[in-house]
């Protein structure tokens, strides 16, 4: 069985992925699985060399023919996402695929097409194979990309025999991150000691709970507000959730993301800590 | 007056600078569409004066009538409705409320039913200034209905600040929709950086007129400012990263209540993005 690990937040800029680029070079039969994919950041650590990119087709979407076209309107009743203008013009950010105008148009002037919502690519790292893709801005369907991001990942497991995959999460708690922790082995959530930090928290460990994955948490930047922090192992505690690796704030960490360094690989001290190796060790089993 | 505060990547400062901006002001409205995590409520306490629903529908099937003929099904393109031999399966979270099951269903079988996916809260943070949020249930799959439900109910406000979630999904653009300016709040780190262009992409798609704030500037390098320059696009203000604002904001507190800089920065974003009329 493959050793799947997703790291997720909640909320934003915890440090989901220097801490998931941190983790990648202790690992020696990987696949990288970036499922982060409106804000996919994992490469520009990574350094990886684009092997195959392709295009990835969400669902269909209408495109009407003019020629045939009555301006009945029916098309513009029947849409319940505003997608279709009074003026039967197609608004495709609102359009979610559904071809009720299709359904109803009396004269056969709409038809769907595949749409395509954005790019997956098959990279090359010198830490093994990578996955990663970019929605185009303003779609939806995000939850299918991060499902075939993570299929992809899985088939290029299998065939190289690789036994871990590590996947970069996004925020939130909606379809990309439910598609991104659903029958993972592990999940890894990185929080910070803020009041939305901890707030965040608490949905996240709902969602995770709600889905059975085994959770557990990094509090990064605990140095921020030590008062913040021990509030959030409390609440943690109570949840029967451990913390599993406390971070301090920096400015480090910082520096080496800017200079496009994986923080793990710069002569940062926290780095070789026994806690920074028990918390690998976990991961691997 | 709408503008829009968004950022591409999370943890920039959107919610920071959204609810400094808002306090700043004397008057207007203020909401925040991250329904997926909220947080501008945690800054702004003021009096809770009402809490609505928000629902999606779902389809219901009359057994009854219902011939098990499969047509919901082959029309269904979410696998939201699946006719079984003796049973139609409805799979509520897939349901995307198109509508089209009950469409093509030759004996009316189909009705729909109302499910909460969020809530939205209306509070009065001061005499002129209302602050409203949504809050998306947990395992549910969108928040774009509450997202929606908050711009309806703000639709007419004469100065409204639109705090967006993260990323340049479909949720970001339903945030964003008729809003007159946005600011991205931006980091001056690579991940700020590359996450801020595709935010830059969407934005130039859909027309829009925008600024950019970086945040915590002096974490990070001058790429962000390279950028900026060659794109011709503005740069509002840069505000500095700083342990004791981190402490601050981890408290739950305003920043303008305990800082002249950061008021200071405040007062300029609001004079170039409102003009004089709205400044303190």
């Known amino acids: 069985m493959i050793n799947e690990i997703v790291i997720i937040s909640g909320k934003g800029g915890t440090g989901k992925t220097s801490i998931t680029a941190s983790i990648i070079p202790f690992f020696e039969n990987l696949v990288l699985a970036d499922c982060d994919v409106d804000a996919p950041d994992l490469n520009i650590l990574i350094k990886g060399e684009i092997v195959e990119e392709r295009d990835f087709i969400g669902f269909q979407r209408p495109v009407i023919d003019y020629d045939k076209c009555t301006y009945c309107g029916k098309c513009y009743h029947s849409c319940n996402f505003n997608a279709i203008r009074e003026d039967i013009v197609i608004n495709t950010s609102a359009c979610e695929g559904c071809k009720v105008c299709e359904y109803v148009c009396p004269v056969n002037a709409i038809t769907m097409h595949d749409a395509v919502i954005g790019k997956i690519y098959h990279r090359k790292t010198i830490f093994g194979p990578m996955i990663d893709a970019r929605l185009n801005p303003g779609e939806e369907s995000s939850g299918k990309l991060v499902a075939e991001v993570r299929k992809l990942a899985r088939d290029v497991a299998y065939k190289e025999n690789r036994d871990t995959i590590i996947i970069d999460g996004s925020p939130g708690i909606a379809c990309n991150v439910i598609s991104a922790i659903t029958g993972v082995s592990k999940a890894i959530i990185v929080t910070e000691p803020t009041i939305s930090g901890l707030h965040d928290l608490k949905k996240v460990v709902h969602l995770v709970k709600m889905f059975s994955v085994e959770a557990k948490v990094i509090i990064n930047k605990y140095d921020l507000s030590l008062e913040k922090a021990e509030e959030i192992k409390n609440y943690l505690s109570l949840m029967e959730i451990e913390v599993v690796l406390e971070l301090p704030f920096d400015l480090a960490v910082v520096n080496s993301i800017s200079n496009l360094q994986i923080p793990s690989t710069t002569d940062i001290a926290f780095f070789s800590t026994k806690e920074w190796f028990d918390f690998i060790e976990y991961l691997r089993n | ?280």
């Open chain 2, 1 to 280: 007056m709408k503008i829009a505060i968004l950022s591409g990547k999370g943890g920039t400062g959107k919610t920071t600078l959204s609810v400094n901006l808002f306090s700043f002001l004397n008057k207007g409205t203020l909401i925040d569409t991250d329904v997926e995590e909220p947080n501008g409520h945690l800054f702004l306490k003021g009096e809770l004066i009402k809490e609505e629903s928000v629902l999606k529908k779902y389809p219901h099937v009359n057994d009854d009538l219902c011939t098990y003929c499969g047509k919901c099904g082959d029309f269904c393109n979410f696998n939201a409705i699946i006719p079984a031999k003796k049973k139609v399966l409805v799979f509520q979270d897939l349901y995307h409320d198109c509508g089209g099951c009950s469409l093509v269903c030759p004996t009316n079988a189909i009705t729909y039913q109302d499910k909460e996916v969020g809530k939205i809260y209306y509070t009065q943070v001061s005499k002129n200034k209302l602050f409203l949020y949504g809050n998306l249930t947990v395992g549910e799959v969108s928040g774009v209905k509450i997202i929606e439900a908050l711009k309806e109910k703000t639709e007419n406000e004469e100065l409204l600040i639109i705090d967006s979630p993260p990323g340049t999904s479909c949720s970001t653009v339903s945030a964003i929709d008729g809003a007159d300016y946005c600011i991205i709040c931006a980091e001056a780190t690579p991940f700020g950086l590359s996450d801020m262009k595709m935010v830059v992409e969407l934005l130039r798609a859909e027309n829009q007129n925008f600024g950019v704030v970086v945040n915590k500037s002096n974490l990070g390098n001058d790429e962000i400012y390279h950028y900026l320059e060659e794109e011709h696009i503005e740069l509002l203000e840069k505000i500095k990263f700083d342990r004791e604002f981190a402490r601050i904001m981890a408290q739950g507190e305003l920043l303008i209540n305990h800082s002249e800089y950061f008021k200071e920065k405040m007062a300029n974003i609001a004079r170039k993005v409102l003009g004089e009329s709205y400044d303190q």
